[in-house]
């Protein structure tokens, strides 16, 4: 009997009794408490119910989910196999249509061919050839047969191992036209950056340069990176270490001063920046320094210190700085210290929007402007969050009734990679022929798309102010229309 039938059987019950007990009150009360008493029970027993209902069924999800992922593992997705991808094929990561990162860095790939025998012994593969059709007699006294080689699974694995190099110098001494050796001249022996960098240490360039990358790339102390070191055999201990960490920045850094003197030749130059999360707390209470008219400056207060590395690119200059602070006058004065001329582009993201290239007088320092790719990336933030890989909005978007600002973000960076290949097509007919000039081109076919861009997103802009929303992209391409415009007058693409 359930729960369900035992209350309709009480319920009867309770009929019967109340029809019997209306002739006394004081029974009659007694047993309303207690029938009601019941129900209260009754309804406890069914919320229990519906509870190990859903209980079971959340453990039988569980149990099936399990069941599918060993299912998966040993055979495959059943996704897969509908694409018609067979799970046990060697080639099967190629047959994929998601995309594979490719590695950082050129490293040399050593195929193998290794062949295992009975009992997991590895065989080469002439061992492996001359044992096909012999036979052998196993653990339990039976005798078997080698009849043929099946392909099985592919391993990888990195094969360290410690390089020890004794380098030799050769010593030359100035000698006359007979080749005899001259009374004052004095012996030489060759220089070389792999010999005479940290001279008294066994370390290399190329393994001072990996230390750096562990350090400060994956943020690995350098005790660890001692640690890891000794496990190959290079001993050689933290403060060391450290000390040889501040010898290669000393080295490095006349290097990049030379490399900053170049920038007084450049004629365009891009500069970037981004953040980097360091291991150390910020120590510096200091506040930022405050902002001087239309000065722009960040400061990160976060828990972990975030430093910022700035990128100063040219034909001649690759340079990298560093510093605590996002500050967009710490390029700006790198290009005003190495005098830059008034007749050099610099392009930049919108943080150097306002003011970059004037003095405190509002004097002009050099040519500057917008990067569109920056500015295109605003809508293709938007498209990548709002839209699901077939275009459709999500959910979000489709309650509030956002649908517009997809569409029309879609089309201007339509519109912005069409100016793009406008922008190369005449590039290259100029580079063909030496008496097109480029600037008037660019005008002529460019300046109208730009303006259809830049109306568009206007008129989304507009759009988006009469339903009170605050639409930061329209204002990032609106606001920064001069400097973006730039291009139109550099003469050099």
């Not at 079971?56 to 593992?73: V, Y």
């Not at 080469?124 to 099946?150: H, M, N, P, V, W």
Request: hydrophobic share 30%; charged share 30%.
């Amino acid at each position: 009997m359930d729960i369900q039938e035992l209350k309709d059987n009480f319920e009867k019950l309770s009929k019967q009794a109340q029809e019997a007990t209306k002739a006394d009150p004081a029974l009659s009360a007694l047993l309303f408490a207690i029938l009601g008493f019941v129900n209260l029970l009754m309804g406890l027993f069914e919320e229990q119910k519906k509870l190990n209902e859903r209980l079971i069924q959340q453990l039988g999800n569980k149990i099936l989910s399990n069941k599918r992922i060993t299912d998966e593992n040993i055979n495959g997705k059943r996704s897969e196999k509908k694409k018609g991808i067979d799970s046990s094929d060697k080639n099967r990561e190629k047959n994929l249509s998601s995309k594979t990162s490719k590695p950082q860095k050129s490293i040399k790939v050593e195929l193998r061919k290794s062949f295992i025998g009975y009992k997991g012994k590895e065989l080469s593969a002439e061992d492996a050839e001359k044992l096909i059709g012999t036979t052998f007699t196993g653990d339990d006294g039976k005798r078997y047969r080698y009849t043929r080689k099946l392909t099985s699974s592919v391993k990888q694995e990195i094969d360290m191992q410690l390089i020890q190099t004794q380098y030799y110098k050769l010593e030359y001494v100035e000698v006359d036209t007979e080749g005899n050796e001259v009374a004052d001249g004095t012996r030489q022996t060759a220089v070389s950056v792999k010999t005479d960098f940290l001279k008294k240490t066994p370390i290399s360039c190329n393994l001072m340069a990996y230390m750096l990358y562990l350090w400060i790339g994956l943020k690995s102390p350098l005790n660890r990176v001692a640690t890891s070191l000794s496990e190959y055999g290079i001993k050689i201990s933290r403060q060391q270490l450290y000390k040889n960490v501040g010898i290669t920045a000393y080295m490095l850094e006349p290097v990049i001063e030379h490399l900053k003197a170049n920038l007084r030749y450049e004629k365009q130059i891009c500069i970037d920046e981004t953040y980097h999360q360091c291991r150390e707390k910020l120590k510096d209470k200091e506040k930022s320094p405050p902002d001087k008219g239309k000065r722009k400056s960040q400061k990160s207060l976060s828990k972990s210190m975030r430093s910022y590395f700035y990128g100063i690119v040219g034909e001649r200059v690759c340079i990298y700085v560093h510093d605590a602070d996002r500050d967009y006058d710490i390029p700006k004065n790198i290009l005003i210290d190495n005098e830059v001329g008034t007749d050099t582009f610099v392009e930049t993201d919108g943080f150097y929007r306002m003011a970059f290239n004037r003095s405190e007088n509002d004097e002009l320092l050099f040519q500057h402007g917008l990067c569109w790719i920056h500015a295109k990336r605003y809508f293709c933030v938007l498209l990548n969050y709002a839209a699901h890989e077939d275009g459709t909005p999500i959910k979000c978007f489709i309650d509030n009734h956002w649908e517009q600002d997809i569409k029309d973000s879609n089309s201007i960076c339509e519109k912005i990679s069409n100016a793009f290949h406008v922008l190369n097509d005449i590039t290259s007919r100029c580079k063909a022929d030496s008496r097109l000039n480029l600037v008037e081109l660019k005008n002529k076919e460019l300046k109208p798309l730009i303006e259809e861009i830049c109306n568009e997103a206007k008129a989304s802009m507009q759009i988006s102010k009469q339903r009170k929303i605050k639409s930061l992209r329209g204002n990032a391409l609106i606001n920064s229309k001069l400097e973006l415009c730039t291009l139109l007058t550099m003469r050099k693409s």
